[in-house]
């Protein structure tokens, strides 16, 4: 009966990976004939006037870290470079973190509330998707520039005598963020708390446990799961994020985003925005790495 069924399974095994060749073969070559071209590109020859000279060289990697002085040819570390590094991954992690302590309260009034209503409060939440992300952006700006509606109403309550300079700062950068990736926190929260069993709540306050206890040792536990999604969601598009840096930054404060736009276009250097793009890839990975050791460990550590 085996002798008979293993040639069977073979062709059937043989059947669905002939089904999937063509899916497969559109994957790699979408997914790696793009990266290919980039990882190239950075080890050659920067153009005078863009493109690459086919000549190879290190430059563009070693310009990620390190410049030479013009006039002395002094080794020294690229701090723009690291400056804009350092302010992507804390916008980044700022992002993250901002949009769980709004998020984490909004998808759990939204999971406690009536069955028949849920879908008109995730509704709320996922109409912004709905609305293109520059014009958001712009929404962000009116608010918070010199003569926009928080600036004004500060003033008329009299609790400033001038606007607050708010706009290309950091700040503008990280509330635009916020506003941007805050739905990415709140649906796969959502999602894990519609499956909670809400009743190990209750017995938690049956127990006598105070508020703080059952969120941390009952509720979080529970939807760790949708935090990470969510932390993931929001931090790994925020380091690569362009427009609202580049809206609400305006220009001042660069992202990695804006850095190698910059280089692909002004600067007319290929091969370092290319190995600047590697870089923030090889960030991206470390921090997916991150996050899904932690969730591997949680998992262990819960059985």
């Excluded at 952006?137 to 003569?147: D, G, P, Q, S």
């Amino acid at each position: 009966m085996s002798d008979a069924s293993d040639p069977v399974a073979r062709r059937a095994s043989r059947n669905r990976w002939f089904l999937l060749t063509p899916a497969l073969v559109v994957l790699t070559l979408a997914a790696s004939g793009p990266l290919l071209v980039v990882m190239i590109y950075s080890f050659l020859t920067p153009g005078d006037y863009g493109g690459v000279v086919w000549k190879p060289s290190i430059d563009g990697w070693f310009s990620v870290l390190f410049q030479r002085d013009f006039f002395s040819e002094e080794l020294t570390f690229a701090d723009a470079h690291l400056s804009i590094f350092w302010r992507s991954i804390w916008l980044s992690l700022m992002t993250t973190i901002i949009t769980f302590v709004i998020g984490f309260p909004t998808a759990y009034f939204i999971a406690t509330r009536p069955a028949n209503r849920r879908d008109t409060w995730m509704l709320l939440i996922i109409i912004p998707f709905w609305t293109n992300l520059l014009i958001r952006t712009f929404a962000v700006m009116e608010l918070i520039r010199n003569e926009g509606t928080v600036n004004s109403l500060l003033i008329a309550l009299g609790i400033i005598d001038q606007p607050i300079q708010m706009l290309f700062t950091d700040f503008a950068v990280l509330v635009g963020m916020a506003y941007v990736f805050l739905p990415l926190m709140v649906l796969p929260i959502y999602a894990s708390m519609e499956r909670m069993d809400f009743s190990l709540v209750e017995a938690g306050y049956d127990l006598y446990a105070t508020r703080w206890r059952v969120l941390k040792n009952v509720i979080l536990p529970l939807v760790k799961p949708g935090v990470i999604a969510g932390s993931i969601l929001v931090f790994v598009p925020s380091l690569g994020a362009y427009v609202t840096p580049r809206v609400l930054g305006g220009g001042k404060q660069l992202m990695l985003g804006n850095l190698i736009e910059l280089q692909f276009g002004q600067g007319r250097n290929w091969p370092l925005g290319a190995a600047l793009s590697l870089t923030l890839l090889f960030i991206v990975t470390v921090a997916l790495l991150f996050y899904v050791r932690a969730a591997g460990k949680e998992e262990g550590h819960h059985g």
